[in-house]
Structure formats: structure tokens, C-alpha cells
Antibody, heavy 116, light 109 residues
Framework: EVQLVESGGGLIQPGGSLRLSCAAS????????MSWVRQAPEKGLEWVSVIYNTGTTFYADSVKGRVTISRDNSKNTVYLQMNSLRAEDTAVYYC??????????WGQGTLVTVSS | EIVLTQSPGTLSLSPGERATLSCRAS???????LAWYQQKPGQAPRLLIY???TRATGIPDRFSGRGSGTDFTLTISRLEPEDFAVYYCQQSSPSLMYTFGQGTKLEIK
């Protein structure tokens, strides 16, 4: 069974750093396009980043330079390192496999709150 | 960046009626890379349609997608009570930033 479990969210002060994890089971992250998508409270979905099976990465302009996506194939886990966090980064962060493709699946999300 | 604009923002209909949701792109999107999602409160999104017109596994045939270029449509032929939710279009063009539309809320009239 395909499963994605996010962790690492929490309350963080502005300017702080946080690393989110997405542990996958039922498939290999190394063979898939893995994305992070966020949703601010009462707002729509916002794509954050993707890592291709080749290792190529892309980022939304809103996080470029502050966020790094990576993966550990041995742990079958994808990460999102977030630095210089701002209030507007407050959101539920979802991990997704194959965004826009037939094998798409999502985790349950992890809440990041940036506040002093 | 490809901007996706969905309309209407809110659609008020009754069960049994037909719903038509629109997604317009700021530049051409290859059909293969256009998808539709449904999201209910407190839940992760669920893929409905990919490749502009292919239903995802387990999606009822009352959901259909069509379109090409810059104009795409999601149609729900006969609304069931469980269909009232927020719907998003999304493009995943290779080597470009992915984007979502702002969403259409389908509410019970």
C-alpha cells in the first residue's frame, strides 16, 4: 500500500529554520517525482517544490533561495529544509507523489506555524 | 510561470444538477500535464482527472474533463451530495514551475 507520512512541523519564530520529512512506503521515492504543496489557513493550494527522479529540483518563486528539497533513498524519505521563515510561510505542508499524474498520492500534511 | 485562473470562484447548485468548472491558463499547457483535484475540509486533495481527460482510479464516471491549449473544463454530470467541495486545476509542465488554480468552491444551493 502506498503511504506518505509527513512530520517535522510545529511552531517556529520568524527567521527560524525547520526541516520537514516525508516518509514513503509502498514505492521508491528515487523513481518518482516528489513534490511539496502547502495550504495557508483558509487559502488555496500552493505548489512549493519538486524533485524529479533524476534529482533535478524546481522551486516556487515565493520560496526560492530559502527552501531546499532533497531525498534520502536509503530511508525512502523526502525532505524540505526551510530557512528564514516568515509569517506567510504558515501553512499545512503536504508531500505528494506524482503531482498531476495517474499515480498521484498525498500525505496527511504537517502544520507549520511561523509566529513570535 | 503559468498562471491558472479558475471560474467561477463559487458555484451554487443543487444535487442532481450539472456542474461546469473552468480553468484558463496564461499560456498553452500540454494536455498531458493538466489535472483536477477535489478537496474537502480537513482532508488532503484527491486526484480526479489527469492528462486533461483521464479519470483517476476509483473516480466515478460522472466526472469528466476536456480541453486543450489554454482552456480546460471539469464537468460533473449529476451532482451527488458528496461532490460539494473545492476543486483545483493544476499544471505540471516539465522543467517549469508547477502551479495550481485558485480553486472553485462548489456549494449546495
Amino acid at each position: 500500500e502506498v503511504q506518505l507520512v509527513e512530520s517535522g512541523g510545529g511552531l517556529i519564530q520568524p527567521g527560524g529554520s525547520l526541516r520537514l520529512s516525508c516518509a514513503a512506503s509502498g514505492f521508491a521515492v528515487s523513481n518518482n517525482y516528489m513534490s511539496w504543496v502547502r495550504q495557508a489557513p483558509e487559502k488555496g493550494l500552493e505548489w512549493v517544490s519538486v524533485i524529479y527522479n533524476t534529482g533535478t529540483t524546481f522551486y516556487a518563486d515565493s520560496v526560492k533561495g530559502r527552501v531546499t528539497i532533497s531525498r534520502d533513498n536509503s530511508k525512502n524519505t523526502v525532505y524540505l529544509q526551510m530557512n528564514s521563515l516568515r509569517a506567510e510561510d504558515t501553512a499545512v505542508y503536504y508531500c505528494a507523489r506524482g503531482l498531476g499524474f495517474g499515480d498521484n498520492s498525498w500525505g496527511q500534511g504537517t502544520l507549520v506555524t511561523v509566529s513570535s | 510561470e503559468i498562471v491558472l485562473t479558475q471560474s467561477p470562484g463559487t458555484l451554487s447548485l443543487s444535487p442532481g444538477e450539472r456542474a461546469t468548472l473552468s480553468c484558463r491558463a496564461s499560456q498553452s499547457v500540454t494536455r498531458s500535464y493538466l489535472a483536477w483535484y477535489q478537496q474537502k475540509p480537513g482532508q488532503a486533495p484527491r486526484l480526479l482527472i489527469y492528462g486533461a481527460s483521464t479519470r483517476a482510479t476509483g473516480i466515478p464516471d460522472r466526472f469528466s474533463g476536456r480541453g486543450s491549449g489554454t482552456d480546460f473544463t471539469l464537468t460533473i454530470s449529476r451532482l451527488e451530495p458528496e461532490d460539494f467541495a473545492v476543486y483545483y486545476c493544476q499544471q505540471s509542465s516539465p522543467s517549469l514551475m508547477y502551479t495550481f488554480g485558485q480553486g472553485t468552491k462548489l456549494e449546495i444551493k
